[in-house]
């Protein structure tokens, strides 16, 4: 049998005066998946977590979070999830202790310092423990943001952003943490702008675009799919290409061109009919396909 | 119910982290109303036969600091919470909007409650009163805190800028509550004017308050906390149906 998905999204609409900011979205996340919700600004991401969180409350459809409905079951749902909110948001008035004492009370739990400490430990912050919040750095807030989403060990984790104005070394840090969370069983969505970040760690990716799922399928599948491979030359000298070639150029900015091609195996030909048109070539660079190329030809398909 | 009491205890440790702020600067304005009212009043004006001015002006002055704080605590709390963002800390939990309510409710009754007594401790020395009634200072208290910090919740609900909010303390609230009989017996005012304090819910809650320390009023306690408790059941009311709309909390 198969187990009740950590997410389910079925036609969610939501608008704002007259932005449609979610055109009935449908999202399943099965239990234990490392998913990537991408979009430009805008794109209804945040509207759609808040929705889940109860943040928010949608026009139409339903949402649920391991199998609870947000707004009818909505104690059980909030109790499922833990969320990391985009913006940087504390409470003044405490330290960060407290304020992990008093959210992990929110949720019910008394006596949760064994618990704490781990948090604090893995997020590099048992030298913080006591300060006030207002002491603490952009990213140290951040990781504050984090463990005071994970006092309940929700199974289900919302990262919105979780990586804007942390430094490279803690941000390493944070993802080993939040890998670890994933391989023991916590189900993981995130939105990021680092594409990068996405495709090393999610395993399946949605793509939003004016509150519309428009691409939804696994890393590897959407590389394979929507990729190109390239080949970014830079010529010595002015050159006119035949027009076997031209017909090739992706883009061009004064001496440097991008070939597109399909195989690897067509690399070498085009390198022979470059040198047969008398092309001498200062620089050349093979374009792996990334994420960054695949969310670019989606946005601009769509 | 380990959520309501966590929100509790949070919105009450709040105001006591700025207890300066939130209990001793009230208390100080309540007492330097009474040095000056007292100075220039004692003697010459006596609003209730046989109570000296500034024992008549003590009780008034303990409601008036329990319905501006209670008003102020759950309202302030709310905006800033609003304002800085950390409002989500308390909507992404399992949390109802009842026992949202109640626990804001209650954490301004407590501040309102300890601004009052400070209050009293203070002008002790200058006054003196039968207490005549204490069931009646206490049901006043905590209706009056009640409405006040109900009225605080909408308030703080409804401003999106501390300039709103000012507003609303500072065009409602202050009116009210200075114009309700703290400072007079509204039966030294003229008609017109004495009919119009009796659409004030303000001043029944002061005149049923100061009943408890003389057993004497303008109008019977029962009268005003009836009034006062009508006032305050239907403004709950708004305030549970704004909150399980979600209100601008819960776009």
Same mark, same amino acid.
């Given at each position: 049998?198969?187990?009740?998905?950590?997410?389910?999204?079925?036609?969610?609409?939501?608008?704002?005066?007259?932005?449609?900011?979610?055109?009935?979205?449908?999202?399943?996340?099965?239990?234990?998946?490392?998913?990537?919700?991408?979009?430009?600004?805008?794109?209804?991401?945040t509207?759609?977590?808040?929705?889940?969180?109860?943040?928010?409350?949608?026009?139409?459809?339903?949402?649920?979070?391991?199998?609870?409905?947000?707004?009818?079951?909505?104690?059980?749902?909030?109790?499922?999830?833990?969320v990391v909110p985009q913006e940087l948001v504390f409470d003044p008035?405490f330290?960060v202790?407290?304020m992990?004492?008093?959210?992990?009370?929110?949720?019910?739990?008394?006596?949760?310092?064994?618990?704490?400490?781990?948090?604090?430990?893995?997020l590099?912050l048992?030298?913080k423990?006591?300060?006030n919040m207002r002491m603490l750095s952009g990213g140290m807030k951040r990781r504050a943001l984090v463990a005071q989403a994970?006092?309940?060990?929700?199974?289900?984790?919302?990262l919105d952003e979780p990586t804007a104005g942390v430094d490279?070394?803690l941000r390493?840090?944070l993802?080993?943490?939040?890998?670890?969370?994933?391989?023991?069983?916590?189900?993981?969505?995130?939105t990021t702008h680092?594409?990068?970040?996405?495709?090393?760690?999610?395993?399946?990716?949605?793509?939003?675009?004016?509150?519309?799922?428009? &691409?939804? *399928?696994?890393? %590897?599948? @959407? #590389?394979?799919?929507? $990729?190109?491979?390239?080949?970014?030359?830079?010529?010595?000298?002015?050159?006119?290409?035949?027009?076997?070639?031209?017909?090739?150029?992706?883009?061009?900015?004064?001496?440097?061109?991008?070939?597109?091609?399909? &195989?690897? *195996?067509?690399? %070498?030909? @085009? #390198?022979?009919?470059? $040198?047969?048109?008398?092309?001498?070539?200062?620089?050349?660079?093979?374009?792996?396909?990334?994420?960054?190329?695949?969310?670019?030809?989606?946005?601009?398909?769509? | 119910?380990?959520?309501?009491?966590?929100?509790?205890?949070?919105?009450?440790?709040?105001?006591?982290?700025?207890?300066?702020?939130?209990?001793?600067?009230?208390?100080?304005?309540?007492?330097?109303?009474?040095?000056?009212?007292?100075?220039?009043?004692?003697?010459?004006?006596?609003?209730?036969?046989?109570?000296?001015?500034?024992?008549?002006?003590?009780?008034?002055?303990?409601?008036?600091?329990?319905?501006?704080?209670?008003?102020?605590?759950?309202?302030?709390?709310?905006?800033?919470s609003k304002i800085t963002g950390n409002i989500v800390f308390?909507?992404l939990?399992?949390?109802?909007?009842?026992?949202?309510?109640?626990?804001?409710?209650?954490?301004?009754?407590?501040?309102?409650?300890?601004?009052?007594?400070?209050?009293?401790?203070?002008?002790?020395?200058?006054?003196?009163?039968?207490?005549?009634?204490?069931?009646?200072?206490?049901?006043?208290?905590?209706?009056?805190?009640?409405?006040?910090?109900?009225?605080?919740?909408?308030?703080?609900?409804?401003?999106?800028?501390?300039?709103?909010?000012?507003?609303?303390?500072?065009?409602?609230?202050?009116?009210?509550?200075?114009?309700?009989?703290?400072?007079?017996?509204?039966?030294?005012?003229?008609?017109?004017?004495?009919?119009?304090?009796?659409?004030?819910?303000?001043?029944?809650?002061?005149?049923?308050?100061?009943?408890?320390?003389?057993?004497?009023?303008?109008?019977?306690?029962?009268?005003?906390?009836?009034?006062?408790?009508?006032?305050?059941?239907?403004?709950?009311?708004?305030?549970?149906?704004?909150?399980?709309?979600?209100?601008?909390?819960?776009?």
């Amino acid at each position: 049998m198969k187990s009740v998905p950590a997410i389910r999204v079925s036609g969610v609409t939501k608008r704002f005066g007259s932005l449609q900011a979610l055109g009935g979205v449908d999202l399943e996340i099965q239990q234990g998946e490392f998913f990537g919700l991408l979009g430009h600004n805008g794109a209804g991401k945040t509207t759609l977590i808040s929705s889940l969180a109860g943040l928010s409350r949608p026009d139409g459809g339903t949402l649920e979070i391991m199998g609870h409905d947000v707004q009818r079951d909505y104690r059980a749902a909030r109790l499922a999830l833990g969320v990391v909110p985009q913006e940087l948001v504390f409470d003044p008035f405490f330290s960060v202790r407290e304020m992990l004492r008093i959210q992990s009370g929110y949720f019910g739990i008394r006596n949760n310092d064994d618990w704490i400490d781990e948090l604090l430990h893995h997020l590099d912050l048992t030298a913080k423990a006591e300060a006030n919040m207002r002491m603490l750095s952009g990213g140290m807030k951040r990781r504050a943001l984090v463990a005071q989403a994970l006092v309940h060990r929700p199974p289900v984790i919302v990262l919105d952003e979780p990586t804007a104005g942390v430094d490279v070394g803690l941000r390493q840090g944070l993802w080993q943490f939040i890998r670890k969370l994933n391989q023991e069983g916590h189900t993981i969505v995130l939105t990021t702008h680092y594409l990068e970040e996405a495709e090393t760690l999610c395993g399946r990716i949605a793509m939003l675009k004016a509150g519309k799922v428009v &691409a939804l *399928d696994s890393t %590897a599948n @959407l #590389l394979q799919r929507f $990729a190109r491979r390239v080949l970014e030359v830079t010529l010595a000298a002015p050159l006119s290409l035949p027009p076997a070639l031209a017909a090739r150029v992706l883009k061009q900015d004064g001496l440097h061109f991008t070939f597109g091609f399909e &195989a690897y *195996d067509e690399v %070498a030909g @085009l #390198l022979a009919a470059l $040198a047969a048109a008398g092309g001498h070539i200062h620089d050349m660079n093979l374009g792996k396909p990334d994420l960054e190329q695949v969310f670019m030809g989606v946005m601009n398909q769509n | 119910m380990e959520g309501f009491k966590t929100l509790l205890y949070k919105e009450c440790l709040r105001f006591w982290k700025v207890g300066f702020q939130t209990v001793l600067s009230p208390v100080l304005t309540a007492v330097l109303y009474l040095l000056i009212f007292g100075h220039v009043l004692d003697g010459h004006v006596e609003p209730l036969p046989g109570v000296a001015y500034t024992s008549f002006l003590v009780p008034g002055l303990v409601m008036m600091t329990i319905l501006q704080n209670a008003f102020a605590n759950s309202s302030s709390s709310l905006i800033q919470s609003k304002i800085t963002g950390n409002i989500v800390f308390v909507l992404l939990p399992p949390i109802s909007y009842r026992e949202f309510y109640a626990a804001y409710v209650l954490a301004s009754i407590a501040r309102a409650l300890l601004c009052g007594l400070g209050v009293l401790l203070v002008s002790l020395p200058f006054a003196s009163f039968p207490f005549a009634e204490p069931g009646w200072i206490l049901a006043f208290s905590l209706v009056g805190g009640a409405f006040l910090g109900s009225l605080g919740v909408i308030a703080g609900i409804w401003a999106d800028k501390f300039d709103q909010l000012a507003a609303f303390q500072n065009f409602l609230i202050m009116p009210l509550t200075m114009l309700s009989g703290v400072f007079y017996s509204i039966h030294s005012l003229p008609p017109f004017w004495l009919g119009v304090s009796h659409f004030n819910p303000f001043f029944f809650m002061i005149d049923g308050f100061r009943y408890g320390f003389f057993g004497a009023s303008d109008v019977s306690p029962w009268m005003s906390i009836g009034v006062v408790s009508v006032c305050f059941v239907a403004l709950a009311l708004l305030t549970l149906r704004l909150l399980a709309r979600g209100y601008k909390l819960r776009a």
